[in-house]
């Protein structure tokens, strides 16, 4: 699989995810092997793993837990749900990514700051 690009992989069911996408990344100038990033989003029968949504889950490099996808945009900087969901979804009018979206922005609304 080469570095730098986004691969998303729709997974068949029963699972606990219904879509994951990896990201290897490399910078051209290093010799150092790829970092690799998954974004995984529930399932909707996620509920039998103890999930209720369809939440959208990040994991990070050196990182072993799962961290909701609207954490990490809050960590590196963009605190508003606005700002966050331009970086998202470019148009607010598009109703179906809109609610794919709820879920993960309810879960991380306990955390309004980058700290």
């Known amino acids: 699989m080469s570095t730098n690009h986004v691969y998303v992989f729709k997974q068949s069911r029963p699972n606990k995810y219904s879509f994951v996408a990896e990201v290897r ?18 399932s909707r029968a996620s509920s039998k793993w103890g999930f209720s949504g369809r939440y959208i889950r990040a994991t990070l490099p050196y990182i072993r837990t799962e961290i909701p996808i609207i954490i990490v945009f809050r960590a590196l900087g963009f605190v508003s749900d606005k700002d966050i969901l331009q970086h998202i979804c470019y148009d607010f009018s598009d109703t179906q990514m809109m609610e794919l979206l709820r879920p993960s922005l309810e879960e991380a609304f306990v955390i309004q700051n980058q700290e």
């Open 25 to 42: 990344s490399m910078a051209e100038s290093q010799n150092r092997p790829p970092s690799t990033m998954f974004v995984r989003m529930l």
